[in-house]
């Protein structure tokens, strides 16, 4: 078993606090002294004081924790979350910060935000009832949201994600196009596939794909035609094998009438309704025309390149950090996003 500091004291003849500078302050002991210390905690197997301790002591960790909703995974295989995190520990680098990723899901999730040892939490676009946040505003550590939801007093940092929606449907509806679907995810949190009816829709949970859908709806009906027209698909991951799945409905039920426009609420599902339409012999966009939300790396270079909505992850990632370091106070300004016209959409036919 390892020895403890009170060991490293009674072999090397100092005291416990001679052992603790040896650690935190070696400057403070003669170099003889260091010596002795460390090489009598070598032989004890005595790894150092705890660092939690330390941080307690100091009253900070050095250390933002990062609250992903979905398994760990995730975080790593979606390109917009991938952007995001990037721009999180750039800007935490800077500032000689570490970051901890929290899984903060199932019944594990509450405790898991309670026992992180860190000096604030980003919480990246998380459920608006999810039990993490409610943790964390109990532990009154900072607290900033990505995307959403905006609490009060918490600083949320995000596009005006109606604006953009509307601004993605708009295109396909000045084209000419008056067939459409939308293809969103994970509405709510209860594993649904399948046609998402207005009560789901209304009830999401979830506030970016709440607004994004709001955002598509303002468009169609402005330009007078019925928002119970367009069928609106969900599936229940961010994924191009749910965006596959979900054109594969969307064209199943609706491709064989004519000309269809299909918004997607997120790149990642674009390109997967875009490679079925590709397998299913549909061409793009003479067939099937199909608008994105993100503009993530991939977008570009799919085929055909992808017409989406630009907004700048990674810039948001490193304004959550600097925010949540308490480097940037005062008020949240929404970050801009627009229209990048690619060669995936045109006007029905592709006239």
Known sequence: MPGTLDDVARA????????????????????????????????????GPSAVGRSLRRGRTGVLGLLLNDALPYAFTDP???????????EAAARDLS????????????????????????ALAPADDDPALATVLARRLPLVTAGAPALPDVPCVTIDNVAAARRAAEHLLALGH????????????????????????????????????AGYRQAVERAGLAWEDVRVEERPGNSREDGYAAGDAVLDALGARGPLGVLASTDVLALGVLQAARERGARVPEDVSVVGLDDVPEAAASTPALTTVHQDLFAQGRECARRAAGALPGPVHRHPSRLVVRASTAPPGGG
Request: glycine share 10%; charged share 20%; aromatic share 6%.
């Open 80 to 90: 917009g979350a991938v952007a995001f995190m990037r721009g999180l520990a750039v």
């Open 12 to 47: 090397a003849g100092v005291s416990r606090m001679t052992v603790s500078n040896a650690y935190n302050r070696p400057e403070k002991l003669a170099p003889a002294t260091l010596e002795r210390v460390l090489q009598a905690a070598r032989e004890l197997g005595y790894g």
């Open 99 to 122: 970051l901890q990723l929290i899984a903060a899901t199932g019944p594990a999730a509450a405790r898991a935000v309670a026992d992180a040892v860190v000096d604030a939490f980003v």
């Open 178 to 213: 008056t067939r459409l679907a939308v293809v969103t995810w994970r509405l709510l949190p209860d594993g649904h596939a399948g046609p998402a009816g207005l009560d789901r829709q209304h009830g999401s949970a979830f506030g970016v794909r709440r607004d994004r859908l």
